[in-house]
């Protein structure tokens, strides 16, 4: 993880000494940081903000990508509402500037956010738009691939199995020798479907395959949850030695490195094993330490959760009373729990629809300056045109105010020069009209040209003074 941090921090220094540019850093970012535990990222992410918003210019695309940064930080933060606000925010810049690569983006932050938020329609609806863009233009690969895993995760949630396979593979076709985090996140997700399928074999292919990787890539926290997944393999296969081992293991990795929710999730699967095989001594370790964590990080369903379980021991154990006692506790929780998620359904169905309503208001207002600037255009082209011809009208007045002081000219001189050398041909008196006629036209157009020139430089100078 250290070294993670080094190389980013190095990266960071190379981008504020201008040897980096900003499509390069932030896509080093976004590849690395995933390697860092979540509760780390932020500081690093706060100080790569602040840095953007003191030192680029405004509504740059390096504001646009550093806002976006930080609104994807928030969703992996489970903030949804800063990361939607964030989006929005991101989604103004970027179509400021038509970015498109950098819209469909933020597409992809409102899809996880959606899906998580438990609107699927919506999520696959900008996901989609958010894989295409990035699938076709490849500038974005990290999220490119994040979508992708996204719309795959999706199709998995809706029983749609053949498209989640087929959307897996194609992520682990693009990442075999470069992006190992998600060749192995892909590979996990086919072995989840394989799992729910009930073909273990299949699931367990996967599975082992995701391990190699993990063990390759050094990353306690995948392999933590990889061993977690084989392990439910293995105990609904019925096989609870194996099952206790991987999920044994699965627990050190997350006690080792701070990870309550998924030690907490192990220590249950353990208790239920232990149920089963009558090992009542152990499952009541695995609860009450399991109880302990959740108390601590206070996850009500966890919590609710361990006192169902420790109900059904107490009743094995003839402890009736015991077991009343913790039941009571599960329903008084599990009615808080159902009552706060229905006020949580409504909290996330109001942060969708503000979050869509601006994102309304950003196409409106994006509709507007587009626009403005279409009708600035047609009134330049116009003030443009009347220009021209204001100037070719004046170009042609100089020039018929030439000709005729060149027509007047040309018999005095005529005469002036038959005095000095005699009688001039007439056809050469003929022949120096025609010719004053002939360079009528290219007059024209030099005093036209010198006009034009004249004008546009007029405008420009004040331009350079301001800027």
Not at 78 to 92: G, H
Not at 115 to 122: A, E
């Amino acid at each position: 993880m250290a070294g993670i941090k080094e190389f980013l921090e190095q990266k960071f220094e190379e981008y504020k000494t201008k040897k980096m540019n900003g499509d390069h850093f932030f896509h080093e970012l976004w590849q690395n940081a995933i390697l860092i535990p979540t509760i780390e990222r932020r500081p690093f992410f706060e100080q790569v903000f602040e840095y953007v918003m003191h030192n680029s210019p405004v509504h740059s695309k390096a504001h646009a990508l550093a806002t976006f940064t930080m609104g994807n930080l928030a969703f992996h933060e489970e903030k949804y509402e800063v990361s939607l606000s964030l989006t929005a925010e991101a989604e103004k810049l970027f179509a400021d500037l038509n970015d498109a690569d950098g819209l469909a983006l933020c597409n992809m932050g409102y899809g996880g956010a959606y899906r998580t938020l438990g609107d699927f329609t919506l999520a696959l609806k900008y996901l989609m738009e958010a894989y295409e863009q990035l699938s076709k233009s490849h500038k974005y690969i990290n999220f490119e691939l994040a979508s992708g895993y996204a719309l795959a995760s999706l199709y998995v949630e809706t029983k749609n199995f053949d498209k989640a396979i087929e959307q897996y593979t194609r992520i682990i076709e693009m990442t075999r020798d470069s992006n190992k985090p998600f060749y192995l996140l892909a590979l996990d997700g086919i072995g989840m479907i394989y799992e729910c399928k009930e073909e273990w074999g299949e699931a367990m292919n996967y599975y082992g395959h995701a391990l190699d990787v993990c063990e390759e890539i050094n990353n306690p926290g995948f392999k933590s949850r990889v061993l977690s997944d084989m392990g439910n393999v293995y105990y609904a296969t019925k096989d609870y030695n194996k099952a206790i081992a991987f999920h044994s293991n699965a627990l050190k990795i997350r006690e080792a490195f701070h990870i309550p929710g998924g030690a907490i999730t192990n220590l249950i699967q353990l208790s239920e094993i232990y149920l089963k095989e009558g090992n009542y001594d152990e499952a009541a370790r695995c609860l009450s330490k399991a109880l302990e964590k959740a108390e601590t990080i206070k996850v009500k369903p966890k919590i609710m959760q361990v006192h169902q379980l420790f109900s059904q021991l107490y009743e094995r154990l003839g402890n009736l009373g015991k077991s009343i006692e913790h039941y009571k506790i599960y329903h008084t929780l599990s009615e808080e729990v159902n009552k706060e998620d229905g006020i949580n359904k409504v909290k996330r169905a109001e942060m969708i629809f503000e979050a869509e309503q601006t994102k309304k208001e950003n196409t409106i207002i994006r509709a507007q300056k587009e626009e403005i600037e279409r009708k600035n255009i047609e009134l330049q082209n116009t003030i443009n045109e009347l220009t021209i011809t204001k100037i070719s009208r004046k170009a042609k007045a100089l020039t018929l105010v030439i000709a005729v002081i060149l027509l007047l000219a040309e018999e005095p001189i005529t005469v002036l020069v038959q005095e000095h050398i005699g009688a001039i041909n007439e056809y050469l008196a003929v022949g120096t009209k025609i010719i004053i006629i002939l360079l009528l036209k290219p007059i024209e157009n030099a005093i036209e040209h010198f006009m034009l020139t004249k004008t546009v430089l007029r405008n420009v100078r004040p331009n350079l003074v301001n800027t």
